[in-house]
Nanobody, 124 residues
Framework: QVELVESGGGLAQAGDSLRLSCAFS????????MGWFRQTLGKEREFVAA????????YYGDPLKGRCTISRDNAKNTVYLQMNMLKPEDTAVYYC?????????????????WGQGAQVTVSS
């Protein structure tokens, strides 16, 4: 069974940077494309970024486009989300996801496994 564990969330001020990490275990990491989503109370889960199995292709959603970078280290079974120039509206729970069938999936249904989420709170 795949397990995903996010870390690196926390409190930031507007303009700060944060890097989220997601540790993957349970299956061969390179069999899975990876993604990051975020969600606030009462809203649907929103696509942030995705990366292919090799790490050679990255895809970005509108919320953080131009302000974030997704990457993966296949030797460490870890995917990262570097977020820069944070804004208060970036406050959300950020989820890491693993998908066996789609690359660059932008919808939650494209992913098979999810982490527990990491809270990011940005103050003005």
């Amino acid at each position: 069974q795949v397990e995903l564990v996010e870390s690196g969330g926390g409190l930031a001020q507007a303009g700060d940077s944060l890097r989220l990490s997601c540790a993957f275990s349970g299956r061969p990491f390179t069999n899975y494309a990876m993604g990051w989503f975020r969600q606030t109370l009462g809203k649907e889960r929103e696509f942030v970024a995705a990366i292919s199995r090799s790490g050679g292709n990255a895809y970005y959603g509108d919320p953080l486009k131009g302000r974030c970078t997704i990457s993966r280290d296949n030797a460490k079974n870890t995917v990262y989300l570097q977020m820069n120039m944070l804004k208060p509206e970036d406050t959300a729970v950020y989820y890491c996801a693993a998908g066996a069938y789609y690359t660059g999936g932008t919808k939650p249904v494209h992913y098979n496994y999810w982490g527990q989420g990491a809270q990011v709170t940005v103050s003005s």
